[in-house]
């Protein structure tokens, strides 16, 4: 745990902005990356691609059966009574049959092989019946059926990967799938952090009174591990504007974000906000919101800075909810609101009017099987267990004074993992 930055003797700060006009100022002011690299297709996982991907194939690239059956020309269904068909060969996934299917004939046929020349329908081999080379077909059964056609999902030249798309497991499958074996892509945005206080110590070492743990910087390096950035990690910084000032002008130098932990509220030792003013350019210093009120984004020449609370809990929500969607649209992807879903509470949630609340909450189903939600218990802003439970946020708006349970709350589910 790092140390308090939050006042809780008033929600309400007319000095603060709200949560949306925080997200207006970030949106506002990032500029995307546009620096290009082309890679090979496996270290392109994760990336942000920087053109539209056009496929250079169609998909699938031949016309073939969504079945193991027989192929037929579908002039040979019947509509009462059997046929026999003559079974004149065999088409397999890699290994097609190269003859020509007459009428009168059949060729057994697997999931994934070339449709026969002739044939146009499979019939599944479950509503036939095989008697040597003699198989017998029977009503019911619907012309052009069990056959995927070649282009039938993607045609060569379609755009499969649109310019802005990070690059996850479907979109690499996707890419492999159409002959796409280098990927032009957005360099990775440089991210660099540092935590700040005196009360600070690094994990491992022993702690005097009133000393703690920097917890913070590890929450960083994990959180912003996942959004494909190189990070920077420039340690503890002493609680001196000198010293911050110094750090914070080093690691503009090296990144396009700097991010400072602690150091944003109104205390005595608190100099982030004054060395932001002097060296650069503050947008906001406080945000309605519960926990991380003290928090600050500004620039510095070319980089873009947050000054986030000391509180671990309120580092990871704050990140969450403006750090995140910041580095992805730096990143060069297209800017996207985070998904608010509805479900019922099943606990009680308190709260004070005055600011918008992120409590901590665990989605699960019932036994009705619906989505419902409820709190952690305690949402302290020091309380890290909180999260580590957590899988969403359960948003309660400003004018909220608490919510029982049985009622409809928003709910932005997050990854654990993440």
Not at 28 to 45: G, M, P, Q
């Amino acid at each position: 745990m790092n140390k308090q930055t939050e006042s809780v003797s008033c929600d309400f700060d007319p000095s603060a902005v709200t949560v949306d006009q925080a997200r207006s100022h970030i949106h506002e002011t990032v500029v995307a990356v546009r620096d290009i690299e082309t890679l090979d297709l496996y270290s392109s996982l994760g990336r942000v691609a920087a053109t539209d991907i056009i496929s250079g194939a169609d998909v699938p690239n031949h016309t073939n059966s969504a079945m193991d059956g027989y192929a037929v020309n579908g002039l040979d269904l019947v509509e009462s009574g059997a046929r026999a068909l003559e079974m004149v060969g065999a088409s397999f996934a890699g290994a097609p049959f190269r003859g020509a299917v007459r009428p009168g004939e059949c060729v057994r046929i697997m999931t994934g092989a070339v449709m026969p020349t002739g044939a146009d329908t499979v019939v599944m081999q479950e509503r036939v019946e095989v008697n040597q080379r003699k198989v017998m077909i029977y009503p019911g059964e619907k012309r052009y059926g069990n056959v995927r056609y070649a282009g039938e999902d993607i045609k060569a030249g379609d755009v499969v990967i649109p310019s802005g798309q990070r690059i996850g497991a479907s979109q690499l499958g996707l890419l492999a799938a159409t002959g796409n074996s280098q990927i032009p892509v957005f360099r990775k945005p440089r991210v660099a952090w540092f935590s700040n206080g005196d009360e600070l110590k690094p994990v491992g070492a022993p702690l005097l009174p009133g000393e703690v743990h920097d917890s913070n910087r590890y929450t960083l390096h994990a959180m912003s591990g996942s959004l494909g950035v190189d990070r920077i990690d420039l340690g503890i910084v002493r609680d001196d504007p000198d010293a911050i000032g110094e750090a914070i002008l080093e690691a503009s130098k090296q990144a396009d974000i700097v991010i400072a932990t602690a150091g944003a509220s109104v205390g005595d030792a608190d100099y982030i906000r004054e060395v932001i003013t002097r060296l650069g350019a503050v947008r906001f210093w406080k945000v309605a919101i519960k926990p991380g009120r003290p928090l600050s984004f500004g620039k510095l020449g070319n980089s873009l800075f947050f000054g986030l609370p000391g509180n671990p809990v309120s580092v990871m929500v704050t990140f969450r909810i403006f750090v995140e969607p910041a580095i992805r649209q730096l990143s060069g992807e297209k800017y996207s609101v985070p998904v608010v879903l509805k479900m019922r509470t099943t606990t009680d949630l308190r709260k004070r009017p005055g600011r918008m609340e992120y409590q901590r909450g665990i989605m699960s189903l019932n036994d009705q099987g619906e989505t419902v939600v409820a709190s952690t218990g305690e949402q302290g802003s020091g309380i890290l267990s909180s999260m580590s439970r957590a899988n969403c946020f359960i948003i309660l708006p400003d004018d909220c004074d608490g919510v029982p349970a049985g009622e409809w709350v928003e709910v932005q589910p997050f990854d654990q993992n993440d």
